[in-house]
């Protein structure tokens, strides 16, 4: 998906914002480079401004942290979904110390500036700090305000209140979103941020004139941000995505869903079943007759047999062993209508083509299951968790289902949360489905976490 990229937000447009709404640099002299100094003073209140650059989930340590924390919950699963309504009140708070760091770091050296700064601005009456997300994609503007405000209260004397704002920036390739939120919250009471009013003004005039200017004259010089997308890092084989937030509603444009990346590098359906011929002992007889008796066939239906149990042996979940019944009659009437001589290995050939034709067959006639719809009594269930906007984090699962209209319906897992992806799973469900001898094949998508 290629997307349009914007400039991130600098120092001098905070400069201007703070001009507009009435303030100035707290120091105008060699001393504003100071870095013990605060930056702006607006109405009385001293002002310290903290952009949140750092990416902080880009760190191994953290990353680490955070696999482990949300992987307790999900276990046995090759794609782990970062998503803290999973986690209880303990593994919350758990998550919101590992995320912290940046904001945390940021808070402690404002706090030194706030202070040393109204001590030389006596005539100032309140400190506020200034918090910018401006690139950790991990914290959504709510979280970024949680942890802001629960480290002040906690590690700090000399901040009276606190600002978080910042740019989040959506687009699906088509269509493109700009939020600009910003809030305020007042550690102490008898120390107001009075011009705040001012400030969230000017904040919002200036994000009309950003975009405004951005898709009148281009991203301009070094457009380096990016739309949010998915989280996403590798930790001990696994891995953990944090999908992108949904843009708000369907896309008129992509009517069959926004566009998904598919970084599995599949091309075309890998194979979905190990096939055998399944003769029986009449219709061995026959082949016998054709072929002649010995090594090319096997030395004996026992042994046929038992190089049947080998392979069904061998079998894995994305490559079940499905056996399937190949009659004499069938076999020679397939070879004459491709002109092919009779030898053993074309057998197999045939059994494979019988079980695409059957597969094909019964994705054809699979379909959606939904409450409404009529449910069959037996059938392939094929379930895919749609995760984030790359494919090639889908978990699918799939089961053999009985229902009656007396008894709860009884399900055998045959595969679960494997990493594949819709149509993949569909074919291997089909798969299973001539495996097991069920004749009908649903399937559902669970769009929880999907890129939709």
């Known amino acids: 998906m290629e997307t349009l990229r914007i400039r991130p937000l600098t120092e001098g ?3 201007s914002i703070i001009e507009d709404a009435g303030g100035t640099r707290a120091f105008t002299s060699q001393g504003a480079r100071d870095p013990r100094n605060a930056d702006y003073v607006l109405d ?3 002002l310290e401004l903290k952009l949140i650059e750092e990416d902080g989930l880009a760190k191994r340590t953290r990353q680490a942290k955070v696999a482990e924390l949300f992987g307790e919950g999900q276990p ?15 593994g919350n708070k758990r998550y919101d110390r ?16 706030l202070k040393q700064t109204r001590l030389d601005r006596p005539e100032t009456h309140s400190s506020v700090l200034l918090l910018i997300n401006n690139g950790y994609t991990a914290l959504d ?4 305000l949680d942890i802001a405000e629960r480290r002040v209260r ?7 209140g606190i600002v978080v704002a910042g740019c989040y920036y959506y687009s699906d390739s088509f269509d493109s979103y700009f939020l600009w939120p910003i809030d305020y919250v007042a550690i102490r009471d008898t120390h107001r941020f009075n011009a705040y009013e001012s400030f969230w003004a000017s904040w919002n005039a200036f994000s009309q004139r950003f975009v405004t200017k951005m898709m009148l004259d281009g991203p301009g010089e ?18 953990c995505v944090k999908p992108a937030p949904r843009m708000g509603r369907k896309s008129d444009f992509f009517i069959h869903g926004r566009p998904r990346l598919d970084s599995s590098g599949l091309e075309h359906c890998p194979p979905v079943a190990r096939t055998f011929p399944d003769i029986s002992v009449q219709e061995w007889a026959k082949f016998t007759v054709t072929l002649g008796a010995g090594v090319e066939l096997a030395p004996s239906h026992a042994a046929w047999s038992e190089e049947r149990s080998r392979c069904a042996a061998d079998s894995e979940p994305l490559q079940p062993f499905v056996p399937i019944s190949v009659s004499h009659s069938d076999w020679l009437a397939w070879l004459d209508e491709r002109s092919l001589p009779p030898r053993a290995s074309t057998i197999s050939e045939y059994a494979n083509v019988v079980f695409h034709k059957r597969v094909r067959a019964l994705m054809a006639l699979a379909k959606e299951r939904t409450p409404a719809g009529i449910i069959p009594s037996r059938y392939v269930l094929v379930t895919t968790q749609e995760i984030g906007q790359d494919r090639a984090n889908d978990l699918s699962s799939i089961a053999i289902v009985r229902e009656s209209v007396c008894a709860a319906a009884q399900a055998k897992t045959l595969l679960e949360n ?3 992806f819709h149509e993949h799973a569909l074919a291997l469900g089909c798969a299973y489905a001539i495996s097991e001898g069920a004749e009908c094949v649903l399937w559902e998508r669970d769009h929880k976490y999907a890129w939709i």
Request: charged share 30%; glycine share 8%; hydrophobic share 35%.
């Open 222 to 239: 070094e457009p380096t941000k990016g739309p949010v997308i998915d989280v996403e890092f590798e930790h001990k084989g696994v891995t």
């Open 13 to 15: 447009d905070l400069d």
């Open 141 to 144: 503007h709510p979280s970024l």
């Open 76 to 90: 046995d699963r090759e794609v782990v979904v970062l998503d803290r309504e999973l986690l209880g009140i303990a």
């Open 154 to 160: 906690n590690d700090t004397h000399h901040i009276d």
């Open 44 to 46: 009385g209140t001293v």
């Open 98 to 113: 590992i995320l912290e760091g940046p904001v945390k770091n940021a808070i402690s050296k404002a706090n030194k500036q």
């Open 418 to 420: 494997a990493r594949i």
